[in-house]
């Protein structure tokens, strides 16, 4: 049986069998304390928080390490200084599906809806578009990239009687962060470049939770909106060592994260002119951490290369400012490591010499909450094909969660096309 | 007798209020209405009283503190508008916005505590008497002279928000303290009840509770309590110690249940404070604020048999819901809570009663159903029911006084 707390505070059973069209069931065994949701309040970012830009097909399959090893525009998010030592002109699209667990977030195994799976939210998306050129001992870089996507697993609670649907509840959340990117770096000398990244971000949030007492006719209806708006830099050194060994090191800003913030809390009983509305608007501010990152790569041949990445993430400076109250987000600085190993293999087809990558890599993901302590552990694979000045790039990663207890999971798949003009 | 209680309390309404919304010939007043009779015209004409408009057969005018006595006297039924004039402004109630509006969230009520007790060190103290399970502060005021200091003065006991949905019930009992310590300099008949008692006001129990209301899920109930089996929350008002889980009508043993008693008496923090709270003291009157239904109810909640102290009882409820609808018509029921609501078991009523003899209401704010509301009240209501409810709560005070 299923119950659900009426209007009343009294309890209201409904036959399991007219719940359509999510089952959710009490859940009977043990569940930590996770009073922060932490990973999964309503900013959170679906996956991680650790964010540096998205992660193109080849640096996916490296495990992310990308700090010290480049492929494409996208070395800008992290390590500017990289352009120096990408080819004369790319251009770069990429798109990707990203999945991942959950199993509280709003009104979701909080205390108002109870499941016993994780849920999963899954989507794609054109998440980046850019180009790299160099002039002399300069190289530029502009783009625009998915940062942070905001979406939730849709709830739909419906409780039926013999009469027909008698109650329902759903939540929506949907939203996303842009990155619109624009680097220079200069070669400083033979071994050594410097680079450095405006970043101007934009992006939107939006959350419903509709509660419908159809017997009543009662609607109860919570709708928040926010617009973003933010600007940061990121910089960055790279030093070949040797012609084998490349050494990196960058940084990114931390800056305030603007929004625009809207709610409408609406009662609504037509039959007797009840509409009743409780607006709300706000100019509020999530202040991001700065974040920096060292980076190797070693080149033991010359078709194999590994490269490696240290991040540091200021999280203990995060704040989050909602509605013009500071929430509690009790977060604590994380280190990211991520390791990769490339490997270029050559063959002929028709006649033709074609160069093929593969790819595989791990990372170690922790998150920056303090309660519960949750880390992601990945292992990425990848590989490629590069057919004359066009080169398509496949990913997998694969993350388990542990410390949560709910062993969450995030999967992501990206597909890069790159055009290229020069070594 | 009645009459003249009556009449000293709309003075103490009328010239109390805070900063005047609007000002007659007397100084400070209120807007009240009167029917249209002849009769009451001709009153009118004798005592000089701006008329402001005419509406639905009634005659609204603005009148002072003298005038509103005067027409007590002349036995003038009135009812006072003002409420409905005015309806409340952010900044005039030091209600402070954010994104439930005008109601309080933990850090404003937190904020606007601590600065009625900067503002009036004299006479209100601001007292930490628990913590949450989410570690915040349960707050409570004691409002009294030599206030830093315990007395052997009349105590009453005020509380909101047992059930976190019930939004209403901070502001009330908050705009009590607000009332009192700024009328408190101006107003002789606040400062003799004042001096002559110890009123504790609580107009925030369930902290976490509310927290999660406002932002996550309105219609929350409980607190924040993770319980075993992965539900969450305990309801407050089932987990005091007098006939605690008595049988499952009035509490329930299901953890998911809106109405869960939690695994022991006074197992919650929140509770526990109360618990001491009241226990160290001398309390001769207790009401804990709710919403909705429009009533006064009075022990016993968790049987229909009578307390022994029923006259009292209901003599002083049917006083207090008198008083209400003297104030601007609207009418609560008032009842022993078994009979006239639901059982219940383990809430504070009962044990406030249960283990002291004193008065204890549990008092169902406004509106009457949930066609009108339910646990929803417009931001522009808050002023206008706790003006209503004021008269009642000072009536309880001076009975509490007179008691001693």
Redesign the interface.
């Known amino acids: 049986m299923i119950?659900f707390?009426?209007?009343?505070?009294?309890?209201v059973p409904f036959p399991a069998a007219c719940l359509v069209p999510l089952i959710f069931l009490?859940?009977?065994?043990?569940?930590r304390?996770?009073?922060v949701l932490g990973q999964y309040e309503d900013e959170a970012p679906v996956r991680t928080w650790n964010s540096l830009g998205v992660e193109l097909a080849p640096s996916l399959a490296c495990g992310g390490a990308r700090t010290a090893a480049a492929w494409d525009a996208s070395a800008a998010l992290v390590n500017p200084a990289l352009l120096c030592g990408l080819p004369k002109l790319t251009v770069t699209a990429s798109g990707s599906r990203t999945s991942a667990s959950m199993f509280r977030y709003?009104?979701l195994?909080?205390?108002?809806l109870?499941t016993r799976e994780n849920l999963t939210e899954g989507f794609t998306s054109l998440d980046f578009g850019g180009l790299s050129f160099k002039a002399g001992n300069w190289a530029f870089a502009f783009s625009a990239a998915l940062l942070e996507s905001y979406g939730r697993p849709p709830l739909d609670f419906r409780a039926n009687s013999q009469a027909g649907l008698v109650y329902s509840i759903g939540t929506a959340q949907s939203g996303d962060l842009r990155n619109f990117n624009l680097s220079a770096a200069r070669r400083l000398s033979r071994r050594l470049a410097a680079g450095l990244g405006f970043n101007l971000v934009s992006g939107r949030l939006e959350r419903t939770?509709s509660?419908n007492?159809v017997a009543?006719?009662?609607t109860?209806e919570?709708r928040?909106s926010q617009d973003f708006k933010g600007f940061f830099m990121n910089a960055g050194l790279s030093l070949l060592l040797s012609e084998r060994i490349g050494l990196a090191v960058a940084l990114r800003t931390p800056y305030a994260r603007r929004s625009d913030s809207r709610?409408l809390?609406e009662?609504r009983?037509p039959?007797?002119g009840?509409d009743?509305?409780?607006?709300?608007s706000?100019e509020d501010e999530y202040r991001q951490p700065w974040a920096a990152g060292a980076g190797v790569s070693w080149r033991p041949s010359g078709d194999l290369k590994v490269s490696a990445d240290l991040w540091f993430f200021n999280w203990s400076s995060y704040s989050a400012v909602?509605?013009?109250?500071?929430k509690e987000r009790d977060f604590t600085d994380v280190l990211r490591l991520a390791a990769g190993l490339e490997y270029l293999s050559a063959y002929r087809l028709f006649g033709r010499t074609l160069r093929s990558p593969l790819r595989v890599g791990m990372s170690y993901d922790p998150q920056p909450m303090k309660a519960p302590r949750s880390a992601y552990a990945y292992i990425t694979f990848g590989t490629g094909i590069a057919f004359g000045r066009v080169r398509v790039d496949f990913a997998g990663a694969i993350g388990k969660e542990s410390g949560s207890g709910h062993s969450l999971s995030a999967r992501r798949g990206a597909i890069t096309l790159t055009y290229v003009i020069g070594d | 007798m009645k009459k003249r209680k009556a009449i000293l309390w709309f003075l103490l309404l009328s010239v109390g209020l805070g900063p005047p919304l609007f000002s007659g010939p007397d100084g400070p007043g209120e807007i009240i209405s009167i029917p249209g009779t002849a009769d009451a015209r001709r009153d009118l004409h004798d005592l000089d009283l701006d008329l402001l408009m005419e509406r639905d057969g009634r005659i609204f005018v603005v009148a002072g503190p003298d005038d509103i006595l005067r027409l007590s006297a002349r036995r003038v039924p009135f009812v006072i508008e003002t409420g409905s004039f005015a309806p409340a402004r952010p900044g005039e109630l030091g209600l402070a916005g954010g994104i439930n509006g005008d109601y309080h969230s933990y850090k404003e009520l937190e904020a606007d505590l601590k600065s009625l007790e900067s503002a009036h060190p004299s006479i209100v103290d601001l007292h930490t008497i628990g913590t949450s399970l989410e570690d915040r502060n349960i707050y409570a005021v004691k409002i009294s002279d030599n206030v830093d200091r315990d007395e052997e003065e009349a105590g009453v006991l005020f509380l909101g928000c047992h059930h976190a949905r019930e939004w209403i019930s901070v502001e009330v009992p908050f705009l009590l303290a607000r009332w009192l310590a700024e009328g408190y300099e101006g107003n002789p008949a606040i400062r003799e009840l004042v001096d002559r008692s110890e009123i504790w006001i609580v107009p925030l129990l369930n902290p976490d509770g509310l927290e999660y209301s406002i932002n996550v899920y309105r219609y929350w109930r409980k607190n924040r309590r993770a319980n075993a089996d992965g539900t969450f929350g305990v309801d407050l008002n089932r987990n005091y110690g007098y006939m605690w889980g008595r049988d499952d009508q009035g509490s329930s043993a299901e953890p998911d249940a809106g109405d869960y008693r939690g695994v022991s008496a006074f197992s919650e923090p929140e509770t526990r404070a109360i618990g001491n709270l009241f226990l160290g003291r001398n309390f001769l009157a207790a009401v804990s604020y709710h919403s909705y239904s429009q009533s006064i109810l009075y022990p016993w909640g968790f049987t229909d048999i009578p307390t022994g102290k029923d006259d009292l009882l209901r003599g002083l409820g049917l006083e207090m819901a008198g008083l209400i609808q003297t104030v601007n018509g609207r009418s609560y029921a008032c009842g022993p809570a078994a009979s006239s609501l639901y059982v219940t078991n383990g809430d504070l009523a009962d044990w406030t009663f249960g283990v002291s003899g004193i008065p204890s209401y549990t008092i169902e704010l406004p509106p009457v159903d949930i066609q009108h509301g339910g646990f929803f009240n417009a931001e522009d209501e808050i002023e206008g029911v706790f003006r209503e409810n004021l008269p009642a709560m000072l009536r309880l005070v001076e009975f509490a006084v007179r008691t001693r």
């Open positions: 119950k707390v009426g209007p009343m505070g009294k309890l009490l859940f009977p065994s043990q569940v304390p996770q009073l709003s009104i195994n909080t205390g108002v109870s939770i509660e007492f009543d006719g009662i109860i919570d928040k709610s809390l009662y009983v039959a007797a009840t009743i509305r409780i607006p709300a706000s909602y509605f013009g109250e500071e």
